[in-house]
């Protein structure tokens, strides 16, 4: 129940098409879903993040969408660019005591140019 | 930008043999976390830490880990016998408070354990 499925394990994208990457989660008690964007051979950055309370949000050409209801959410990457490339993680969080994050099995992303 | 920092970046060590992973977070953060992540896969939580305690900590961390705060600023993660399967990227993290969700990762240590 502590889980939090990812797809696609990988995917590949033309320079200026979206990506999209989609995640599930069962346990309700999830409050706080961030993004993660790893590149090889570095930690893990934070790239976006969303609280249930809402059912998107924006931040520049990245986009979460939150379906509460189907206890899914996905990242959106509009006009993708060969920068983009790298692994995207989708996480989840539990307010207690610990936090803890709980993360997706990463989703490799290539933007072809 | 204040950023959380590891050291060593890479650690080569035998079987059997202890190791300290250190990491620095950031400074006026609160919260710190150990997270782990063998070679293509998920990154997966370890420990947690506040006040000199553990907060929370995972099945995998069992009687071989321990974490410490031995100054104001060092944060350390040591594991006392290093098993072949210990081989994996180790993260540090840290976030401002518990009501804070932002956690910040280091660059990370890898451990290969020979």
């Known amino acids: 129940q502590q889980q939090v499925k990812q797809s696609p394990q990988s995917l590949i994208v033309q320079k200026g098409g979206i990506s999209i990457i989609n995640c599930a989660y069962e346990n309700t008690a999830f409050d706080y879903f961030p993004w993660y964007q790893q590149f090889p051979g570095k930690g893990p950055a934070l790239l976006i993040a969303i609280r249930p309370d809402v059912s998107e949000k924006k931040e520049g050409r990245f986009t979460i969408s939150f379906n509460k209801s189907a206890k899914q959410f996905s990242l959106h990457i509009m006009d993708s660019q060969p920068g983009d490339s790298a692994t995207y993680f989708c996480?989840?969080?539990?307010?207690?005591?610990?936090?803890?994050?709980?993360f997706g099995e990463g989703t490799q992303l290539t933007v072809n140019p | 930008e204040p950023e959380v920092t590891q050291t060593p970046s890479h650690q080569v060590t035998q079987m059997g043999q202890e190791v300290i992973l250190r990491c620095v977070p950031i400074?006026?953060?609160?919260?710190f976390y150990w997270y782990r992540q063998i070679l293509g896969q998920k990154v997966e939580f370890l420990v947690s830490f506040y006040n000199n305690e553990i907060s929370e900590k995972s099945e995998i961390f069992d009687d071989q880990f321990s974490v410490e705060r031995p100054d104001g600023s060092n944060f350390t993660l040591k594991i006392r016998s290093t098993k072949l399967e210990d081989s994996a990227m180790y993260f540090c993290?840290?976030?401002?408070?518990?009501?804070?969700?932002?956690?910040?990762f280091g660059p990370g240590t890898r451990l290969t354990v020979t």
């Open positions: 993290a840290s976030t401002r408070d518990l009501y804070s969700y932002e956690q910040y």
């Open positions: 400074s006026n953060h609160l919260y």
């Open positions: 996480a989840a969080r539990i307010e207690t005591s610990g936090s803890r994050l709980t």
